[in-house]
C-alpha cells in the first residue's frame, strides 16, 4: 500500500513539474513580443525579473527532476522547453538589431547538431545527457535575456558580450558533447595514461618523422633549441599582429609554425633521450609565455579597432590560460589522470587564438571566437577542480596513475610551482586589460 502511495505521489510531482517546463516554454514567445514592442530605453527592471522568475525554473524543475529519477522523456522536454523559451526571443534581438544575427543561427546549428548526435549516441545505447558545460550555456542564455529585459539593454556592448559567451558556450557544449561520444564510442579503456590527447595521437607520426629527420641532420640539435625557436616564432608573430593588424596572414602562419615547434620538441626530446624535469619545466615557462603574449596581442588589436567585446574576452583568456594548466597540474599531484582532448586545452585554443588572429578585422567572428575561448577554458578548469575536489569519484576524472606513480605526482607538483607565477601574472595583467576594455557593465551605450 505504502509502495502505491509513494509512486503515486512522485506521479503527480512529476506531472506537476512537466507543467512548470512546459510552461516555461510557452512564454519565449510572449516575452519575445515584449522584445519587439519596447525598445530598449523603455524596458524595465519588473519586466526584466518576470523573465528571471520564469527563466529560474529551469533551474529548479532540474534539481526537482533528478529526485525523481529522471526518464529520456522527460528530458527531451526540458530541452524542447528551453529552446522555446530562448529561441523566440534571440530571434528577436537579431530582427531588432540589437544582437548581430550570426548569433541566432549558429543556435539554430547547434541544436540541429546536437540532435543529431543524440539520435547517433541513442542509437548506440550511449548517454550524451547535457554536461555541466551545457548547463552553464544554458545560464549564460537567460541571463543575456534578463539583461535584454532591463535598462541595461542600452549598453550595447554588454549584450553583445554576453551573447559573445552564451554562443561560446553553445559552440564549446556541442563540440564537447562529440567528444564525450566518441569517447564513449571507443571505450573508455583508452584513456588510462596522462597523454591522452587524441590531437597527440594524430600527430605523433607527423611530428616522430619530422624529429627523425631532424636529428639526420643535425644530431647535435638540442631539444630546448627547438623550444627557444618556437617561443620566439609565437612571440614575434604576435608582435608582427599588433604591427600590423590589417595584414595578418604573414603572423598567422607564424603562430601557425611556431605552434607546430611546441609538439616537435617534445617528440625531439623523446628519441634523442634529452628528457629531463628541466626540459620539462623551460618547455612550461616557454608555452605559458607565448599563449599569454598571443592573447594579450589579441585583446589589444580588438581595443584598437573599438572591439571591447573581444578585446574583454581575450583579457579573460590572459588570466584563464596559466589557471587551466596550474589545476591539471594540481590533479595530477594527487595521482589523478585528467583529459587532455578538450576545447580547452593547449590544441584547440591554438587553433581558436591562430583564427582570432586571422580574422581580427571581422568583429562578429572575433566576438565568437574569443568567446569561444573563453567557455572552453572556463569549462575546462571547472572540471580540473572538478577532479580535485571528487578524485575518482569525479566525471572528469579518467583514472588514477599506477604506473610509476610517485614521480608522476613529483613531477605534477614541480608544474605546479612552475606554473604558479605565471598564473599570478596573467591574473594581473589580464585585470589591467579588463578595465581598459571597460568590463563589465561600464561598458558604453549604445549611440
Avoid at 512529476?14 to 530598449?40: C, I, K, N, S, W
Avoid at 529520456?72 to 544575427?101: C, H, T, V, W, Y
Avoid at 640539435?221 to 608582427?240: C, D, G, K, Q, Y
Avoid at 578548469?381 to 580535485?388: C, G, K, M, S
Amino acid at each position: 500500500m505504502n509502495e502505491r502511495v509513494h509512486g503515486l505521489v512522485r506521479e503527480v510531482a512529476r506531472d506537476l513539474l512537466d507543467e512548470v517546463t512546459e510552461d516555461r516554454g510557452r512564454h519565449g514567445p510572449v516575452f519575445a513580443e515584449v522584445l519587439a514592442d519596447t525598445a530598449p530605453e523603455d524596458r524595465t527592471w519588473d519586466e526584466a525579473w518576470r523573465v528571471a522568475r520564469k527563466g529560474g525554473t529551469d533551474y529548479g524543475d532540474g534539481i526537482l527532476g533528478r529526485r525523481l529519477d529522471p526518464t529520456e522523456e522527460s528530458r527531451e522536454l526540458d530541452r524542447d522547453a528551453d529552446r522555446k523559451f530562448s529561441m523566440p526571443q534571440q530571434k528577436q534581438l537579431a530582427l531588432n538589431g540589437e544582437i548581430p544575427p550570426v548569433h541566432y543561427a549558429l543556435k539554430v546549428m547547434r541544436e540541429f547538431g546536437m540532435q543529431q548526435l543524440r539520435e547517433r549516441a541513442e542509437q548506440h545505447g550511449i548517454d550524451v545527457a547535457s554536461s555541466r558545460g551545457g548547463k552553464r550555456k544554458t545560464a549564460v542564455e537567460m541571463g543575456t535575456l534578463v539583461t535584454a529585459h532591463s535598462p541595461l539593454a542600452t549598453k550595447s556592448d554588454l549584450l553583445r558580450w554576453e551573447q559573445s559567451i552564451a554562443t561560446g558556450f553553445s559552440l564549446i557544449d556541442l563540440a564537447e558533447t562529440g567528444f564525450r561520444f566518441r569517447r564513449e564510442l571507443r571505450g573508455r579503456n583508452e584513456a588510462n595514461t596522462s597523454r591522452n590527447s587524441k590531437a597527440r595521437e594524430v600527430t605523433a607520426g607527423p611530428f616522430g618523422k619530422a624529429a627523425s629527420l631532424l636529428h639526420r641532420v643535425n644530431p647535435d640539435l638540442r631539444s630546448s633549441a627547438i623550444t627557444a625557436w618556437s617561443e620566439r616564432t609565437v612571440r614575434f608573430a604576435a608582435n608582427l599582429l599588433l604591427m600590423d593588424p590589417d595584414h595578418p596572414l604573414l603572423a598567422t602562419a607564424l603562430f601557425t609554425g611556431g605552434g607546430l615547434g611546441d609538439g616537435l620538441d617534445g617528440r625531439h626530446a623523446e628519441l634523442t633521450g634529452q628528457v629531463s624535469r628541466q626540459g620539462m619545466e623551460d618547455d612550461i615557462r616557454a608555452d605559458l609565455r607565448q599563449q599569454t603574449d598571443v592573447f594579450q596581442a589579441l585583446a589589444r588589436t580588438a581595443y584598437r579597432r573599438g572591439n571591447m567585446v573581444a578585446a574583454s574576452n581575450y583579457a579573460l583568456a590572459e588570466m584563464l590560460t596559466p589557471l587551466s594548466a596550474y589545476y591539471r597540474a594540481e590533479a595530477e599531484s594527487q595521482g589523478m589522470i585528467v583529459a587532455e582532448g578538450g576545447m580547452g586545452t593547449r590544441v584547440w585554443t591554438a587553433i581558436l587564438a591562430g583564427a582570432g588572429m586571422q580574422f581580427n578585422r571581422h568583429q562578429d567572428i572575433s566576438d565568437i571566437l574569443s568567446g569561444m575561448i573563453v567557455a572552453a577554458k572556463v569549462n575546462t578548469i571547472e572540471e580540473r577542480r572538478d577532479v580535485i575536489k571528487h578524485g575518482e569519484a569525479s566525471d572528469y576524472c579518467l583514472g588514477v596513475k599506477e604506473e610509476y606513480r610517485e614521480r608522476f605526482m613529483e613531477d605534477a607538483q614541480v608544474r605546479r610551482g612552475v606554473i604558479e607565477p605565471y598564473a599570478k601574472h596573467g591574473l594581473a595583467v589580464g585585470t589591467i586589460l579588463l578595465a581598459r576594455s571597460g568590463f563589465p557593465l561600464v561598458m558604453h551605450e549604445a549611440a
